[in-house]
């Protein structure tokens, strides 16, 4: 039994970290990195296959890690725990970015071609969603930092 716990203490802990350092550095290593080496347009399509990628890996680990923590607190302990939240709130904003805002940008984008979408007409309107995309990525990003805290540092989960 001390076995089993052993190892879905650790599939938890390398799941949290796979999600973590996935969205870090694709949002702020990998995306920056190529909009300074690569033709903005390139640059976009292919950051947009990156975040793509990452939200439907980020779904899996994120449901991953609820289903963990729900098989070791139960549905009463999950719910007044912190880290059920946390995790809670990244799968939220994974998935409306993933199934909302992602694909209605690419939408603007599509509508333009061959346009560049910044010489476009919806220009203003993209730098919108872009920003609502961003500041949600940040808040996802920063509820991963408090996660991680939380599960190293605080309670055991």
């Known amino acids: 039994m001390r076995a089993m716990t052993s190892l879905a203490n650790a599939l938890f802990h390398i799941a949290l970290t796979a999600w973590v350092g996935m969205l870090w550095s694709i949002g702020y290593l990998v995306v920056p990195v190529l909009f300074y080496t690569q033709e903005r347009m390139m640059a976009g ?3 947009g296959r990156l975040f793509a990628v990452s939200g439907w890996a980020g ?3 994120g449901g991953y890690l609820l289903f963990a923590l729900l098989s070791r607190q139960g549905l009463r302990g999950s719910l007044r725990a912190l880290p ?3 995790t809670a709130l990244m799968l939220i ?3 409306v970015s993933l199934f909302g805002i992602q694909p209605f940008m690419a939408h603007m984008k599509e509508n333009v071609l ?7 007409p919806l220009r203003e309107r993209f730098v ?3 920003g609502i995309a961003s500041s949600l990525y940040l808040l996802q990003s920063l509820l991963a930092l408090a996660l991680t805290l939380r599960v190293n540092f605080g309670k055991p989960v």
């Open 128 to 130: 919108t969603w872009h």
């Open 45 to 47: 399509e292919i950051a």
């Open 84 to 86: 059920f939240w946390l």
């Open 59 to 61: 779904l899996g680990l």
């Open 114 to 120: 061959p346009l560049d979408i910044m010489l476009s």
């Open 93 to 95: 904003l994974t998935a």
